[in-house]
């Protein structure tokens, strides 16, 4: 979407904060009367404000930050270039409220929104006034839910959380109070309840939050997702929980899924083309957070530069080990766990090879030995992760085990510093294939071979889904957007409501239509895995998809598994929240969201302490809510001091 310069805007916008923001920034200049709040009584004026929340989206989306999403879960483990705060995340030791995730400036944005809502009304034609209205209800809706999943509300037992301010303020305070949940929730739902009742069902060349119909704003069925993620979230919390919860989740799921050709949403045949680069505006993508490109600058803030520029997607370059510095000689302990490297590297940074950043890697306890088991069958793993490297780098020779050379490797006669070039020909210096291997092996590979249970937080399978094939320069971040909402999502939720009512044929429906399609290989999707992972040629691919499509769907003892009612316990025996999660693995990722899915489920706790050896010793069941930040309790100044969340 065209996000517009809104210098203007701020000038009215930033003044109305509350207890997270206006507390931090009180201004003392005094707005101009035309503006505030009479702005909002215009198209354009509601149109900017509308736009500029969505710029704020990109920003809070776009940073290494985000890192608090995949951290502490069963997924990832803390990369070797995170920081303390990383591992703090990871492990939850020491964490509290100067170290949190500060998500509280969204506040800003809340207010903005209030503002067109309440004064939108003067806007005199009724299509446009009913659309922007609905923009802006989805996005409070949106923010509000993001924010109470991270920090909650009040209930009988927990005595903090997030505030709720509905209506525009006009002067900064610096009193506030938490809310209680069960009005937060019922704001949220009422948000996205008008919001997808009013919104277009799918996005025009005429939507003004959009680029020329380009975008992925929201839309009716976006709104009726996230209505129905509300609900499903809100019925796992006894304290607030509706007795109707589960089963309104699983109707909108169901009616999006009947419904998909008016919402103008699908699957792809192939999971590989849903995170192809053509397909980010795709059918099976419904709500982005957008970046722009790389030839808007004045949108993105991109510069083609070795910095990257600024206000870029990072999400790319998060989970990609330092191929760099990976050597290719057999030298003593080549084969130990963890592997010993040398530094005689067959390669060097590129632009296709991108930037390793190296915050996040694969905690191969779960997702390699677990969520990932299955690489014949299912394409997720090929499709996810990167597991080979072509030599890019002249007149580099190894060594084998016993001191001889392996040869000379053949490096990519293609290799480019200011273009994303796949690479031709060349040697392979680094592969990661899926079993063990001999050390006659490794000697007759002229690369280096890591193994699985070589895989460590240093060097590990790359994320490769979001590489972005227009950058020009190896430190360029991506202008892709994030995807926030996949169709396929509404089949996992549908899968998850079911579950949660115990529709136990229903749930099965639902992730069986995911994993038949997990099946399916093309001749060309072999060319972008190595030689030694699953794949399908022209003549065997009908075959072959058959008997793996057959192969995936749920067996008698997953089904059995599934009717295990959600046991959150920790050390309890596998159930078929179980099932559901690993399947959400497949499906997301990389995606920022698996410590959100481990707590709207109450196995954040259970499957950390199983699966993460550094937060076992630590984890809490008061951390499936972030502390509020230090800085955000300091602000408050007048009233009551603003409590802190328990266990902190």
Same mark, same amino acid.
């Given at each position: 979407?065209?996000?517009?310069?809104?210098?203007?805007?701020?000038?009215?916008?930033?003044?109305?904060?509350?207890?997270?923001?206006?507390?931090?920034?009180?201004?003392?200049?005094?707005?101009?009367?035309?503006?505030?709040?009479?702005?909002?009584?215009?198209?354009?004026?509601?149109?900017?404000?509308?736009?500029?929340?969505?710029?704020?989206?990109?920003?809070?989306?776009?940073?290494?930050?985000?890192?608090?999403?995949?951290?502490?879960?069963?997924?990832?483990?803390?990369?070797?270039?995170?920081?303390?705060?990383?591992?703090?995340?990871?492990?939850?030791?020491?964490?509290?409220?100067?170290?949190?995730?500060?998500?509280?400036?969204?506040?800003?944005?809340?207010?903005?929104?209030?503002?067109?809502?309440?004064?939108?009304?003067?806007?005199?034609?009724?299509?446009?006034? !009913?659309?922007?209205?609905?923009? !802006?209800?989805?996005?409070?809706?949106?923010?509000?839910?993001?924010?109470?999943?991270?920090?909650?509300?009040?209930?009988?037992?927990?005595?903090?959380?997030?505030?709720?301010?509905?209506?525009?303020?006009?002067?900064?305070?610096?009193?506030?109070?938490?809310?209680?949940?069960?009005?937060?929730?019922?704001?949220?739902?009422?948000?996205?309840?008008?919001?997808?009742?009013?919104?277009?069902?799918?996005?025009?060349?005429?939507?003004?939050?959009?680029?020329?119909?380009?975008?992925?704003?929201?839309?009716?069925?976006?709104?009726?997702?996230?209505?129905?993620?509300?609900?499903?979230?809100?019925?796992?919390?006894?304290?607030?929980?509706?007795?109707?919860?589960?089963?309104?989740?699983?109707?909108?799921?169901?009616?999006?899924?009947?419904?998909?050709?008016?919402?103008?949403?699908?699957?792809?045949?192939?999971?590989?083309?849903?995170?192809?680069?053509?397909?980010?505006?795709?059918?099976?993508?419904?709500?982005?957070?957008?970046?722009?490109?790389?030839?808007?600058?004045?949108?993105?803030?991109?510069?083609?530069?070795?910095?990257?520029?600024?206000?870029?997607?990072?999400?790319?370059?998060?989970?990609?080990?330092?191929?760099?510095?990976?050597?290719?000689?057999?030298?003593?302990?080549?084969?130990?766990?963890?592997?010993?490297?040398?530094?005689?590297?067959?390669?060097?940074?590129?632009?296709?090879?991108?930037?390793?950043?190296?915050?996040?890697?694969?905690?191969?306890?779960?997702?390699?030995?677990?969520?990932?088991?299955?690489?014949?069958?299912?394409?997720?793993?090929?499709?996810?992760?990167?597991?080979?490297?072509?030599?890019?780098?002249?007149?580099?020779?190894?060594?084998?085990?016993?001191?001889?050379?392996?040869?000379?490797?053949?490096?990519?006669?293609?290799?480019?510093?200011?273009?994303?070039?796949?690479?031709?020909?060349?040697?392979?210096?680094?592969?990661?294939?899926?079993?063990?291997?001999?050390?006659?092996?490794?000697?007759?590979?002229?690369?280096?071979?890591?193994?699985?249970?070589?895989?460590?937080?240093?060097?590990?399978?790359?994320?490769?889904?979001?590489?972005?094939?227009? &950058?020009?320069?190896?430190?360029?971040?991506?202008?892709?957007?994030?995807?926030?909402?996949?169709?396929?999502?509404?089949?996992?939720?549908?899968?998850?409501?079911?579950?949660?009512?115990?529709?136990?044929?229903?749930?099965?429906?639902?992730?069986?239509?995911?994993?038949?399609?997990?099946?399916?290989?093309?001749?060309?999707?072999?060319?972008?895995?190595?030689?030694?992972?699953?794949?399908?040629?022209?003549?065997?691919?009908?075959?072959?998809?058959?008997?793996?499509?057959?192969?995936?769907?749920?067996?008698?003892?997953?089904?059995?598994?599934?009717?295990?009612?959600?046991?959150?316990?920790?050390?309890?025996?596998?159930?078929?929240?179980?099932?559901?999660?690993?399947?959400?693995?497949?499906?997301?990722?990389?995606?920022? &969201?698996?410590?959100?899915?481990?707590?709207?489920?109450?196995?954040?706790?259970?499957?950390?302490?199983?699966?993460?050896?550094?937060?076992?010793?630590?984890?809490?069941?008061?951390?499936?809510?972030?502390?509020?930040?230090?800085?955000?309790?300091?602000?408050?100044?007048?009233?009551?001091?603003?409590?802190?969340?328990?266990?902190?």
């Amino acid at each position: 979407m065209k996000i517009f310069n809104r210098t203007n805007f701020l000038i009215a916008a930033t003044a109305a904060l509350t207890m997270v923001t206006g507390c931090k920034k009180l201004l003392t200049e005094k707005p101009e009367s035309d503006l505030y709040p009479k702005y909002f009584t215009t198209a354009g004026g509601v149109q900017a404000a509308i736009t500029g929340v969505y710029q704020d989206l990109r920003s809070n989306f776009s940073g290494e930050g985000i890192v608090y999403c995949y951290n502490g879960t069963d997924e990832n483990i803390v990369g070797g270039s995170g920081g303390n705060g990383a591992n703090i995340l990871n492990s939850y030791n020491g964490l509290n409220s100067t170290n949190t995730p500060d998500l509280l400036g969204l506040y800003t944005d809340i207010n903005t929104l209030n503002g067109a809502i309440q004064y939108s009304s003067a806007i005199t034609d009724a299509a446009t006034r !009913a659309q922007y209205v609905a923009q !802006a209800q989805f996005l409070r809706g949106f923010i509000y839910f993001y924010l109470v999943q991270t920090y909650g509300g009040t209930t009988a037992t927990q005595k903090s959380g997030i505030p709720l301010h509905l209506t525009y303020n006009t002067s900064a305070s610096t009193a506030d109070a938490p809310s209680p949940l069960s009005d937060i929730y019922n704001a949220i739902i009422a948000d996205f309840t008008t919001a997808a009742t009013n919104l277009p069902a799918t996005i025009t060349g005429t939507n003004p939050f959009s680029a020329a119909g380009v975008g992925k704003s929201a839309t009716s069925a976006v709104a009726n997702a996230y209505l129905a993620k509300t609900y499903l979230t809100r019925g796992y919390n006894s304290e607030v929980a509706q007795p109707g919860d589960f089963q309104s989740a699983a109707t909108l799921t169901a009616s999006l899924i009947s419904n998909k050709a008016t919402y103008g949403l699908d699957l792809w045949q192939d999971y590989n083309d849903e995170h192809k680069p053509a397909n980010d505006y795709g059918k099976e993508n419904m709500f982005n957070i957008d970046y722009g490109g790389a030839s808007d600058p004045t949108y993105t803030g991109y510069t083609l530069q070795g910095s990257g520029g600024s206000g870029i997607n990072q999400l790319y370059v998060l989970a990609r080990f330092n191929y760099v510095n990976t050597g290719v000689d057999n030298v003593t302990g080549i084969d130990a766990v963890p592997q010993k490297m040398s530094s005689n590297s067959a390669m060097l940074r590129d632009v296709y090879g991108g930037r390793p950043y190296t915050r996040l890697a694969p905690n191969k306890l779960y997702t390699m030995d677990v969520a990932f088991a299955d690489q014949v069958h299912d394409c997720r793993y090929d499709a996810t992760f990167q597991t080979y490297w072509i030599c890019n780098k002249a007149g580099v020779s190894g060594t084998s085990s016993t001191g001889t050379s392996k040869g000379q490797l053949t490096p990519a006669s293609n290799v480019s510093l200011s273009s994303y070039q796949v690479p031709i020909g060349g040697d392979t210096s680094i592969l990661m294939p899926s079993q063990d291997v001999t050390m006659a092996r490794r000697d007759a590979f002229k690369g280096v071979i890591v193994t699985p249970k070589q895989f460590n937080n240093t060097i590990f399978p790359t994320v490769k889904k979001f590489d972005d094939p227009t &950058r020009t320069a190896t430190g360029d971040f991506s202008s892709r957007p994030i995807v926030l909402m996949r169709f396929s999502e509404v089949y996992l939720m549908n899968a998850e409501a079911n579950y949660m009512l115990n529709n136990i044929t229903a749930a099965a429906t639902s992730l069986n239509v995911l994993r038949a399609r997990a099946a399916y290989r093309t001749p060309a999707d072999a060319a972008t895995v190595a030689n030694n992972q699953a794949s399908v040629t022209a003549a065997n691919m009908a075959a072959v998809n058959s008997a793996n499509a057959a192969a995936m769907l749920l067996t008698g003892t997953q089904l059995a598994q599934l009717a295990i009612p959600n046991n959150t316990t920790v050390g309890s025996a596998p159930c078929g929240m179980d099932l559901i999660l690993e399947e959400y693995s497949r499906e997301f990722y990389g995606d920022p &969201r698996r410590w959100y899915d481990l707590v709207r489920t109450n196995q954040l706790v259970r499957r950390a302490t199983k699966y993460n050896s550094f937060a076992a010793p630590y984890i809490q069941p008061y951390h499936t809510r972030r502390p509020i930040p230090q800085r955000e309790i300091q602000n408050v100044l007048s009233g009551p001091a603003y409590p802190q969340n328990n266990g902190y």
